[in-house]
């Protein structure tokens, strides 16, 4: 248990090491581009992270197949057999 827990805080730390060095990355990058005239990300790293966590914890439809069980069954044999 003391392992998960250690593991646990590892990761967040981890975490809150690459969001503070992305948003000082996405501030030298702002004041660049201000300086120069250019254009910068809206969206943070933090945002970016969220969406994706998001959308990867939203289950996935389950492709409907189409072979029947005896097809299903000599494509597993075929593939133990090579």
């Known amino acids: 248990m003391?392992?998960?827990v250690s593991k646990v805080h590892l990761l967040a730390r981890e975490e809150q090491y690459r969001a503070y060095i992305a948003t000082c990355?996405?501030?030298i990058a702002e004041s660049t581009a201000k300086f120069?005239?250019?254009k910068t990300l809206?969206?943070?790293y933090i945002n970016i992270i969220q969406r994706q966590s998001k959308q990867?914890?939203?289950p996935q439809k389950a492709k409907?197949?189409?072979r029947?069980?005896?097809q299903i069954a000599a494509d597993i044999l075929?593939?133990?057999h090579r």
Request: hydrophobic share 35%; no cysteine; charged share 25%.
């Open 2 to 4: 003391g392992y998960l």
């Open 36 to 38: 120069a005239g250019g």
């Open 56 to 58: 990867a914890m939203q």
């Open 78 to 80: 075929d593939a133990l």
């Open 64 to 66: 409907k197949e189409e």
């Open 68 to 70: 029947s069980p005896e």
């Open 25 to 27: 990355a996405q501030l």
């Open 42 to 44: 809206k969206q943070s």
